[in-house]
T-cell receptor, first 111, second 114 residues
């Protein structure tokens, strides 16, 4: 599975968009980008995933660059409850294999 | 559905004691994963099962750790004997099948070994 690089921490003002970047320059053609988050004292929670097209769901949007070497998770209107560690994971889909969570980005939403 | 259920939520024990952690996956899910999380090492996969069969246990730290899944609705992670360095949060997660990637995590068991 391709390695990912994320900033250690970020701040975002409440109500503003939170843009969380992830670099995955060694991604291969059959690897998907997944995002999970972990709110303090809870288990990780799935957010969104994509292959090469931008994706949107009720939680967030995922923007993947054309060369697929980086992506951005967008929380359109961050709330205090979005304060969490956000993990960007790149892996081959449908293999049944594990996720490597890495260290993630600690997002703090500021009132 | 109640989601993934883990018990106990907190466990404090003394070094040398046996510890058993329990997990009930979401009904109908074929995959079950056990993770351990510490400040130093982050979230690590210990073992995962597919249709009750252990597939990859390469993350299990040593022989003191064992995991079983006697049926589709129950799994245990046992540490015997426990050591202080085993103190961590242990998460169980389940996934529906090979085609559906999302893993659903339980609330975790916070283990402290004194």
């Amino acid at each position: 599975d391709a390695k990912t690089t994320q900033p250690t921490s970020m701040d975002c003002a409440e109500g503003r968009a939170a843009n969380l970047p992830c670099n995955h320059s060694t991604i291969s053609g059959n690897e998907y980008v997944y995002w999970y988050r972990q709110i303090h004292s809870q288990g990780p929670q799935y957010i969104i995933h994509g292959l090469k097209n931008n994706e949107t769901n009720e939680m967030a949007s995922l923007i993947i660059t054309e060369d697929r070497k980086s992506s951005t998770l967008i929380l359109p209107h961050a709330t205090l409850r979005d304060t969490a560690v956000y993990y960007c994971i790149v892996r081959v889909a449908f293999t049944g294999n594990q996720f490597y969570f890495g260290t993630g980005t600690s997002l703090t939403v500021i009132p | 559905d109640a989601g993934v259920i883990q018990s106990p939520r907190h466990e404090v024990t003394e070094m040398g004691q046996e510890v058993t952690l329990r997990c009930k996956p979401i009904s109908g899910h074929d995959y079950l994963f056990w993770y351990r999380q510490t400040m130093m090492r982050g979230l690590e996969l210990l073992i995962y099962f597919n249709n009750n069969v252990p597939i990859d246990d390469s993350g299990m730290p040593e022989d003191r750790f064992s995991a079983k899944m006697p049926n589709a609705s129950f799994s245990t992670l046992k540490i015997q004997p426990s050591e202080p360095r085993d103190s961590a949060v242990y998460f169980c997660a389940s996934r529906r099948d090979r085609a559906r990637e999302t893993q659903y995590f339980g609330p975790g068991t916070r283990l402290l070994v004194l």
